[in-house]
């Protein structure tokens, strides 16, 4: 079965950072698309950034220049590096993997908040 699970997640104050994390097992991690989404309440959940097999990478215009999402295949582990973050970046983030289908991570809390 697939898993996904991330960790990082936390309080920061505006201006600060945090680095998530999502451990992948179950699936040809090498092979597969993945990405970061978050929503916050009473929002829809958002894509914030996904990179492809072939390393391509795609983020949300509110994110560009902050996040940075990279994957590490050894470890079959997707990052999501956050920096110079803001309020309105407080929500649960999800991991997801695309192979033949969508899978998501239970997701972990991110309040930015002074």
């Known amino acids: 079965q697939v898993q996904l699970v991330e960790s990082g997640g936390g309080l920061a104050q505006p201006g600060g950072s945090l680095r998530l994390s999502c451990a992948a097992s179950?699936?040809?991690?090498?092979?597969?698309?993945m990405g970061w989404y978050r929503q916050a309440p009473g929002k829809q959940r958002e894509l914030v950034a996904h990179?492809?097999?072939?390393?391509?990478?795609n983020y949300a215009d509110s994110v560009k220049g902050r996040f940075t999402i990279s994957r590490d295949n050894a470890k079959n582990t997707v990052y999501l590096q956050m920096n110079s973050l803001k309020p309105e970046d407080t929500a649960v983030y999800y991991c997801?993997?695309?192979?033949?289908?969508?899978?998501w991570g239970q997701g972990t809390q991110v309040t930015v908040s002074s």
């Open positions: 990179i492809t097999p072939g390393y391509s990478t």
């Open positions: 179950g699936i040809i991690f090498s092979f597969t698309t």
């Open positions: 997801n993997a695309y192979y033949t289908r969508e899978y």
